[in-house]
């Protein structure tokens, strides 16, 4: 009778024991596909430098994947946090600039989806981050950079000086057959608009890694990887400046936005590129 009553109870145990298990299996599981970001596409190669989830508990860091660029979208600040696209010939065509600014109701439909119309009359430009000539393969791919998600808030001056000669001066990269890697964004307040749905950033950036030739992959970024990285203040008054007079290291923009770009990049080739202020022609 002892020995039988034993028995049992070790088999519940056991029995208990296994549930246990693959109660806890199922955990983890399931916490890693909450917490991985989805981050397969193309233009995330670099990393997802916020770390950003597509989950609507993650209001001001929620991540979008779009077959033309990625972005974290930040709801409160009615704008992106970060974009982040690829760039080669494939995706440079003839299409001409759609210009369908609109709103992106991909967004969750209980969050606020900034309007084109939001932005007139506030003295800010509809600026983009991946810009509408670095998508000219198909009528599609040009009119998803006209996404609002896709737009901020930038000064006529900064907008269409110094932004946009670096824009030019990447799609010469890419006549020249590189591959970039490019990922922009603004930080800092300067002010809201739009009835306080947008807020316009103080200073916007960008960063740049220019890969000789297409499909090579992260495995081909080295100490010797020229890497662009830009700091511009949201102001009027500097459309004739150079782009190349705002150049930064990424350790002074990691430090600024808090985010940790190229991490993609093994640690020590990182450091070296990310400490390294751009000086190329
Ligand atoms: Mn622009
Ligand atoms: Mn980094």
Known sequence: ???GTIAVSERDMAKR?????ILILMLVVSCTLLKAPAGTSIHLMLGNPSNAIPS???PDNYLMEKPQYALSYNSQKGRANWVSWQLNRDWLGAVPR???FRPDFTLPEDWYRVTPVDYINTGFDRGHLTPSADRTATPLDNSSTFLMTNIMPQTPDNNQGPWEELESYCRELVKQRKELYII???YGKKKLIA???????????KIVVVLDRPGQGVDAITDATRVIAIDIPNNQGIRERNW??????????ETATGYDFLSKVPEGVQQVLESRVDQAG
């Open 184 to 186: 922009a964004g603004g």
């Open 1 to 3: 009778m002892a020995l």
């Open 244 to 253: 190349r007079s705002f150049r930064v290291s990424v350790d002074q923009l």
């Open 195 to 205: 009835g306080d749905r947008v807020e316009v950033p103080a200073r916007t950036w």
């Open 56 to 58: 609507t508990g993650a």
């Open 98 to 100: 759609r210009n369908d």
């Open 17 to 21: 024991g296994w549930i246990g298990l």
